[in-house]
């Protein structure tokens, strides 16, 4: 805040009592060019005149007869053209007009100004530029500037007036600056009185208050200046700074963009942090990515213990609709969180489901900000009192039974180790992992394929398991990803958390780790495990683990088989997959004022088998036909590997772009086959 101080000895400050200080305003506030002594200033010697005017620079004049009634000096002039007639000084004032008034707002210059930065994109992209394009471009940046230096267009305005009827105030421009601070200041105040309720509501009151309320931020928040922000606008235009540098504004930005292909490759080109770093994202994406993970795993786990004999499927079902967004919308207005979101007042949130969406997200956000800084147990009781009205409801959610094969030997069943061949192969395994666990046979049943019957040892297969587990990989994922990665927007997490969930991942750690040779299954052949199978048997071990061991020792096997292959996935690209790069080729090299030739893709099933085989056509051109030999059941995988072998035909892509004439233009979008 501004002080009023004075200088002392040894580069000292003193700060001035009220007392002093209202005794200065009443000796400064006297007419800035006094009627009576008019004729003597003009008079005035130009050094004089000089001393006077620099020492009214920058200083606050009102007029209460003109709106608006006060401005700043930045130059004070005599003009002084005829001897018999007396004029005042003029008052100069070098302005900004309003971005919605200047060439920024015109929409001529908003549409050419887009066709513009659209062409350069084009041309710079381009492998061989035409001289008439380049023209083209030419013409354009010249009708741009030509619009920006129109008198009635320009951003910098320049004011006279007379000084006659203007006083001093002897307050300057840093008095203003801070007196807008005052809006921005009560705001706040008010609305962490408001977090107060919320938290009342919630049942957990927030060591950190500034987490609560980026969970509330909607990514269209900007902070303003109340109701009207156009008085706060000009008053800084008018009274303001002529030029504040609030810093690099490339570094006020940096953490705000996230669309465009070369946003997107930067950031995602960036390797994570060592240790946990908080982020300057400041809107709830990112919280929502993380509370998503939350609210998923939750209900999984609980789901998962409280229907011992319920079906994947049947699980599957139920989670769906808990964490749908319109039912996350019903649980964020039992906390009226509408009443507390941070959101624009623009079109964006004026339709209803809009608005619902953004509440269920804003609730998502809530629970990653509980579990933050509350952790798991917190979220746990906040969701469960959500979900159900009745206490007895809510205590059996969150108090569920333990697993069945753990209620029929509730300390351990090591002892059955020697009485079971499947149970005595599996120590083998444990010794590898290091890892001994108290109920071996919820290893076995991780273990077991649906192919088996049903069995005492197991009590069924490991579906449920693989179930359980998908949610506790995503879980953990997402938060490793949540505090290593803090530059990354919910849209690059999610990204890197598909290039490390997924069934390719997730089948080469199962081969590691040697986990085919433990899988318990009728097949006697020696056929190669599917993808599928093998990723499903490393999710029914994390399960395993969880439930045996909890949730440090699933942190610790993430940390140590798959966090340490992102660095891989980043520098190789690897979260791009073949089809988004080839799509991302042809939008790049797309010619202007068409559409662009995308990518289609046709699937035929080879022999009435489950093997299928893919084509990619551009403008009815086949340029890729594949089989994947390695997965032949799997459609996404036969898809990827179709276009992957795109990649290592580089140079017949780019002939094709550069000889246009063999294309057929008429049919450059056609629907897929399968």
Same mark, same amino acid.
């Given at each position: ?35 009576? %002594? ?48 007396? &004029? ?39 492998? $061989? ?91 269209? *928040? ?18 303001? %700074? ?20 070369? &946003?997107?490759?930067? !950031? ?36 998962? =213990? ?9 699980? @599957? ?53 509980? *579990? ?6 917190? @979220? ?7 979900? =159900? ?56 049943? @991780? ?29 953990? &994922? ?6 290593? =990665? ?17 069934? $390719?991942?997730?089948?080469? /750690? ?16 020696? $056929?190669?495990?599917?993808?599928? /199978? ?8 994390? @399960? ?24 891989? =996935? ?19 090299? $797309? ?59 580089? !140079? ?23």
């Amino acid at each position: 805040m501004p002080r009023f101080v004075r200088s002392l000895p040894e580069h000292g400050k003193e700060v001035l009592s009220m007392h002093q200080v209202l005794i200065y305003l009443l000796r400064e506030s006297r007419p800035l060019v006094p009627d009576e %002594t008019i004729k003597e200033m003009l008079q005035w010697d130009e050094p004089r005149w000089q001393k006077y005017a620099e020492e009214c620079k920058g200083m606050i004049v009102s007029n209460p007869q003109m709106k608006p009634s006060s401005v700043r000096i930045d130059q004070l002039d005599r003009e002084q053209f005829n001897s018999d007639v007396i &004029t005042f000084p003029v008052l100069v004032h070098f302005g900004i007009r309003p971005a919605q008034l200047s060439y920024a707002g015109d929409p001529q210059y908003q549409k050419l100004w887009k066709s513009y930065l659209k062409l350069r994109h084009l041309l710079a992209n381009s492998p $061989r530029n035409k001289y008439t394009d380049k023209q083209k471009l030419i013409l354009r940046e010249e009708a741009l500037q030509r619009i920006r230096q129109k008198n009635s267009m320009r951003r910098e305005v320049t004011v006279e007036l007379s000084s006659q009827g203007f006083w001093r105030t002897g307050l300057r421009s840093d008095i203003c600056q801070h007196a807008l601070i005052l809006p921005v200041l009560t705001h706040h105040i008010r609305y962490q009185q408001c977090l107060v309720h919320l938290e009342h509501l919630v049942g957990y009151s927030f060591q950190n208050r500034q987490l609560l309320q980026l969970a509330l931020t909607h990514p269209s *928040y900007h902070l303003n200046y109340g109701m009207n922000p156009d008085h706060a606008r000009n008053t800084l235009s008018n009274s303001g %700074t002529r030029q504040p540098k609030y810093g690099d504004r490339k570094v006020q930005h940096q953490h705000q963009r996230k669309k465009g292909i070369n &946003t997107l490759i930067n !950031i995602m080109s960036r390797l994570g942090q060592d240790d946990p770093t908080p982020s300057r994202i400041n809107h709830n994406e990112r919280l929502e990515f993380l509370g998503d993970a939350v609210v998923e795993f939750l209900t999984s786990v609980h789901l998962y =213990f409280l229907f011992p004999g319920l079906e994947e499927g049947g699980l @599957a079902t139920y989670r769906t609709a808990i964490v749908q967004n319109q039912h996350l919308v019903l649980l964020a207005k039992k906390l009226q969180l509408d009443g507390f979101m941070l959101y624009a007042h623009g079109p964006d949130l004026c339709r209803e489901s809009d608005l619902r969406h953004a509440m269920a997200n804003c609730f998502e956000a809530l629970m990653g900000a509980i *579990y933050e800084e509350g952790g798991m147990e917190e @979220a746990k009781k906040l969701f469960g009192r959500l979900l =159900f009205d009745d206490k007895d409801l809510t205590n059996i959610w969150l108090d569920y039974p333990p697993h069945p094969l753990q209620s029929q030997e509730p300390n351990s069943d090591r002892h059955l180790v020697n009485t079971s061949p499947v149970l005595r192969k599996l120590t083998n395994f444990e010794e590898s992992i290091g890892v001994d666990f108290s109920h071996v046979r919820l290893l076995a049943r @991780a273990f077991t394929l649906r192919t088996v019957g049903y069995n005492h040892l197991t009590l069924g297969h490991n579906q449920r398991m693989e179930f359980l587990g998908d949610s506790i990989m995503q879980m953990v &994922t997402t938060e490793y990803l949540f505090h290593h =990665f803090p530059d990354h927007h919910e849209g690059h997490l999610t990204l890197l958390r598909s290039s490390l969930v997924n069934n $390719r991942t997730q089948a080469k /750690v199962a081969q590691e780790l040697g986990l085919p040779d433990y899988a318990v299954n009728k097949d006697k052949g020696q $056929r190669p495990v599917r993808t599928k /199978v093998l990723a499903d048997l490393l999710e029914s071990f994390i @399960a395993a683990l969880y439930i045996d061991k909890g949730m440090e020792h699933v942190r610790t096997f993430m940390n140590v088989c798959f966090f340490p292959r992102l660095k891989e =996935f980043i520098l190789n690209q690897d979260w791009n997959d073949p089809k988004s790069q080839l799509q991302q080729c042809c939008l790049t090299l $797309r010619t202007e004022g068409k559409e662009p030739d995308i990518p289609v893709y046709k699937s035929t099933t080879l022999d009435n088998s489950r093997s299928h085989r893919f084509r990619s056509f551009i403008c009815t051109s086949l340029i890729a036909d594949s089989k994947d030999p390695a997965d032949p059941g799997s459609i996404p995988c036969t898809s990827l590997h179709c276009s992957s072998l795109l990649q290592g035909r580089t !140079i017949r892509l780019w002939l094709w772009t550069e000889h246009p004439t063999s294309r057929n233009e008429g049919s450059s979008r056609r629907s897929g086959e399968t």
